[in-house]
């Protein structure tokens, strides 16, 4: 898991690269640049868990 998440201030005005704690993720961080509150995008469903190996593929059983 990274150490930090990497984001843009959304404030067009600053456009300030951010870089909030890991355990930030799903909360508001203000920027130090101009002070904007910015939330900390959560986990990714991808890199949240891996796809459970023990749930059928739904397209295998499917006739053609």
Known sequence: ????????????????????????????????????RVQVPGMAKADAAPPDATKPDESAGKAA
């Open 1 to 36: 898991m990274p150490a930090s998440v990497r984001m843009i201030c959304p404030n067009l005005l600053c456009r300030a690269v951010l870089a909030a704690p890991a355990n930030a993720r799903g909360k508001k961080v203000r920027c130090r640049a101009c002070g904007m």
